[in-house]
């Protein structure tokens, strides 16, 4: 990932740290679910053990940008299937963050809930009801494309054959197609996108958006 301003502090994290019996089978979950506020992170972790669950209701708040339909389309299991420990992690935090992400929303904010179900007799299945509340923060969009060192000439020149535009909304997809571009050029030392790229995060206060500056950091090859 590109490294950011540090302002990144509310995208919700989540791992899988036990499941029993293959995924598919028992939601037998230890989720770790981490928020980072400020300098200060805090952790809850919700273990529901030794119990095959399947799954109750899904109740999805705050979808705006996808809709709520989209999104429980996307998820592909329903009521009554078995509550698959890993497709909620890889869906709910993956997934759903990457196509947020690549409408724009960066700082996306996914919580979600777990209301067991527990049967009345030994060994029977459970069922999971899940509560899903999404912030979907600002869209942001390119406001600049740097490419310090360079000549004027070169700069533009890179910033014309650049996936994303000035203007354009916000896509890591986008970015990271433009990055492996340049490299395939060969004209440059290999683009690390840890530590040659910048992105450089703006909050307009008095409207629903942000603004990315992108600044990539070249190194020409020696001769």
Do not use: C
Not at 105 to 114: C, G, L, N, P, R
Not at 136 to 146: F, H, L, M, N, P
Not at 180 to 195: A, K, P
């Amino acid at each position: 990932m590109p490294k950011t301003d540090g302002s990144f502090t509310n995208i919700q994290r989540f791992s899988i740290i036990r499941e029993r019996v293959s995924h598919s089978t028992y939601l037998t979950m230890g989720l770790r679910k981490l928020k980072s506020e400020g300098s200060t992170a805090r952790l809850w972790e919700i273990r529901h053990e030794g119990r095959r669950y399947r799954i109750g209701t899904i109740k999805i708040e705050g979808a705006d940008v996808i809709s709520g339909e989209a999104i429980l389309d996307g998820f592909g299991l329903r009521r009554g299937d078995i509550a698959d420990a890993g497709k909620i992690r890889s869906y709910f935090v993956d997934t759903l963050t990457e196509m947020y992400g690549e409408r724009g929303y960066a700082d996306v904010y996914v919580d979600i809930t777990f209301d067991f179900d527990e049967p009345n007799e030994l060994g029977l299945e459970g069922v999971v009801n899940f509560g899903i509340q999404i912030d979907e923060g600002q869209r942001y969009e390119v406001d600049k494309i740097e490419f310090p060192g360079l000549p004027q000439d070169e700069a533009d020149s890179l910033k014309t054959e650049f996936e994303l535009k000035v203007g354009d909304v916000y896509q890591p997809s986008k970015l990271k197609a433009g990055i492996d571009r340049i490299n395939q050029q060969g004209r440059y030392e290999f683009i690390d996108s840890d530590s040659d790229v910048e992105l450089l995060r703006e909050i307009i206060t008095d409207t629903s958006g942000g603004n990315f500056g992108i600044v990539i950091h070249l190194r020409k090859k020696a001769q």
